[in-house]
């Protein structure tokens, strides 16, 4: 089969690979139909993530078509089509029993890679590292599908598959986000980072009955889409302070609730991001944090920053004083997909929400650097790049 492989930083090829065969009695094989690129890949690209090898499969937000089932698989049969969770659980283990999937004990077959940075490892994730798993991801023509029952969701009846598509990872993860503020009435709820996982965290405070959501960016079609799709009032970095800003719109509070959709690649104008350029460049901090920072600063005294951006390791200046000080819950995690996509599910065929404004640029699979270029420079109005195997 066809597959986009990665074979160094920046460097993806298409190549062909051994098609996937059922490795465990759980597993199912998909049929990829739609597989999108997420921010997350870009650190892989970057080369932030390491214990990638040369021709690891990427990709993790997907859905398809059941081939083939493993005898262990109950839920599923031949024909179905499903949407899949990026992370992997067991659906055994205490994490997964208690709804935290990202935390299975038992989906990581690489444990001892992120225990000894970690301490303890996280679930797998498709096509995320071998700290991750190791598993082939879904940027291909098909995909073995550990803990199939868990982690495929079937797509309701006359929903477009666009609409359900990023059920998979980006909305789950923005529902997280919001999830996470443990919202109230009347709260306003800050959102930094106005990609895909951003913008579902918009429309997720809302559904939580936030009764105001704030977007902040620096691309004005992605403030546009804040503005028209997700009812957020919109801020733009270069253009205002966004401290001042944010103050004044709470009547000198801060925000109830900030959401950090951006994670270690930030982006500022401020003096600590050339700091923190040159420090991640030389590899003697590995993350960016200045969106992480920003949240801290403007978050109302005794309320939540909820931190869905991915952090990969270590980070300075971070403003303990403030958030001590001032009382902050701090909450974060890689999203529980299969607590959340049911749900979501719901939201999409009741058209509460509809996602598929993400989906900017289908592409085929031949084109993985054009995809990934466009996606990562934000050019052409770019959202989303889903692959179409
Ligand atoms: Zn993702
Ligand atoms: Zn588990």
Redesign the pocket.
């Known amino acids: 089969m066809k597959a986009i492989c990665y074979n160094g930083i920046m460097d993806l090829r298409t190549e062909t690979v051994p098609d996937p065969s059922i490795l465990n009695s759980q597993d199912a094989i998909v049929r990829v139909t739609m597989s999108s690129v997420c921010g997350s890949d870009l650190h892989l690209l970057d080369g932030y993530v390491p214990t990638m090898r040369e021709g690891d499969i990427i990709g993790h937000e997907f859905m398809g078509e059941v081939v083939e089932t493993g005898p262990g698989v109950k839920k599923l049969r031949k024909g179905d089509k499903v949407v899949v969770g990026s992370i992997l659980?067991?659906?055994?283990?205490s994490?997964?029993q208690q709804q935290a999937?990202s935390l299975?004990?038992?989906?990581n077959p690489n444990a001892h890679i992120p225990e000894k940075l970690y301490g303890h490892a996280p679930a797998g994730i498709f096509g995320y590292s071998h700290a991750f798993g190791g598993y082939a991801g879904s940027h291909a023509e098909y995909i073995r599908v550990p803990f199939a029952d868990n982690g495929c969701f079937k797509v309701p009846e006359g929903v477009r598959d666009e609409s359900v598509l990023f059920c998979s990872d980006a909305f789950p993860t923005g529902f997280m986000a919001a999830d996470m503020c443990d919202i109230r009435p009347g709260d306003i709820v800050a959102v930094w980072g106005c990609g895909g996982v951003g913008l579902m965290a918009m429309h997720s405070a809302y559904l939580l009955g936030a009764q105001l959501v704030i977007g902040i960016d620096r691309f004005p079609d992605r403030l546009e889409m804040a503005r028209t799709k997700a009812n957020a009032h919109v801020l733009n970095y270069e253009e205002v302070d966004v401290q001042e800003a944010l103050k004044e719109l709470t009547g000198g509070r801060g925000p109830d609730r900030c959401i950090d959709a951006v994670g270690m690649e930030a982006h500022s104008d401020g003096l600590d991001y050339l700091y923190d350029r040159a420090k991640q460049t030389v590899r003697l901090q590995t993350d960016r944090p200045t969106v992480l920072r920003e949240t801290i600063i403007a978050c109302r005294k005794g309320g939540t920053v909820s931190i869905v951006g991915v952090y990969g390791g270590l980070i300075d200046k971070f403003p303990m004083g403030a958030a001590m000080n001032k009382g902050l819950t701090l909450k974060m995690g890689q999203q529980h997909a299969q607590k959340y996509i049911p749900r979501l599910l719901d939201y999409v065929a009741s058209g509460q929400v509809d996602p598929a404004y993400l989906l900017t640029h289908p592409m085929s699979l031949d084109k993985p650097m054009e995809g990934y270029k466009l996606f990562k420079e934000k050019k052409d109005h770019c959202l989303r790049v889903v692959f179409t195997p």
């Open positions: 659980g067991c659906g055994e283990c994490f997964c999937w299975c004990d038992n989906s």
